[in-house]
């Protein structure tokens, strides 16, 4: 009979979160700004079919760094149980707030009791009438509420730094796509390329459904006057 | 131990609103029952018309129970999706129960899978839909519903229509459904030509419901004391959208001093 050799449970948690971290800061960042009509993601994403960032209800969105597989699971349950929620009682009972918590609650239990935690880190994002609320999760299911701007992934820290410097209460939508195009930018030591942003975001000023996406040229167009 | 154990990836149903709701939430279902069926309220006569560019789909607005009529406003067209309408006709709370579900149905495979469905595939799934309330049908509880929308791969508008045990037909030119179904076919196969313009065949449906009505009991005519008209969606290229109620009354005015004696 083979014998496993004592871990204390201190270092087994510190080993997890090394683990996850590790791959976390593999991945590209995603930025979310605040803007007067709602928040704008913006993502270094390459790919223009395999999504960051997504809508999950019809105020709430969803965006994610890390392993694409294990954020794309979180990401569909998520909408079932937005849709599911919404069917069962009304469409506004379903809160980014409740949302925001399952995930927590989904990210922590994987991370104390499965041999692999989550390698993702997760932003879910609610537009209300006056507010916009951010809700930041990481691997090990702590959740944290955000104000104005927040980062997440590979070169968070930096990122999250130059969108402190840049970043002000009363931006439009494209000084959003501005500030965060340059914070993901100077975050990473190079100029990004509209053709390698994902971005979308939640606009109050929107049907039902708040959710939008800005194509690649949209993207250009509003990032030409800005870049000198 | 394994990571926390997600759905099978080659689940086919797995962007399927109902098979979710069906597997987290079963009791939201519930409410089969057998015996005879109890007082219900019946929705009655809706029809769709094509039109060079789009399709227009109205509804009367009457509910009855028995020789009852126990709503004057209700709502029978349903925005399925942005470019897609759903009207519906028989058993009332079954009716605009299938509409919701069909409704969120497509909102959840937008969202899930990244793109909407085809034309072709929600008209397919509204058939499942309809199948699956066939035990209720037997009992009495019918619903057809009338499908409808704007193709945006084939640029086309397309009608798709129903039967009680899901049977699915489309309709290149118009269809209708409910009690007074028959005699609002009657006046659009009078009245439809090929290449009517939108507000041409905005008023051929309203000339058909004004027919359904003066026939059939259970559909209501233009309410003026009320002010309550029918509901009318267009849908085109740029998506569906609901006439405003001042325009459908004029319109509506406009029909009914035509045919006056």
Redo the contacts between chains.
Sequence with gaps: MSMMPYVSPEQLMKDRADYARKGISRGKSVAAVRYREGLLFVAENPSA?L?KV???YDRIAFAAVGKYN?FE?LR??G??LA??T???YAREDVTGRSLANAYAT?LG??FT????P?EVELLVAEVTDDDVEVYHILYDGSIADEEGYVAIGGSAEAVQSELAERYDDDLDRDGALGVAHAALSDGDGRSLEAANLEVAGLDRTRGR?KFFRMATDEVAAALEPLTP | ????A??DPFDAT?AS?SA??RA??PE?LEGRFQGPVPDHVDGTTVLAVTYDGGVVMAGDRRATAGNVISKRDMRKVFPADAWSAVAVSGAAGPSMELA??FA?EL??YE??E?SPLSLEGKANKLAQMVRANLPMAMQGLVVVPLFAGYDLREHASRIYEYDGVGGRYEERRFATTGSGGRDARGSLKARYVDGLEADEAIDVAIHALWDAADEDAATGGPDVVRGIFPLVAVIDRDGYRELDGELVADRVDAVVSSRRL
């Design positions: 079919t999504h997504s809508e999950i294990e699971l569909r349950q909408i079932r849709d599911v919404g069917y069962q989904a239990s994987a009791e499965s041999q692999k989550f459904r | 131990m394994t990571q926390a997600g759905p797995g609103f979710t709701l987290t939430a939201a919701k579900v969120t909102e959840h969202k899930v990244g």
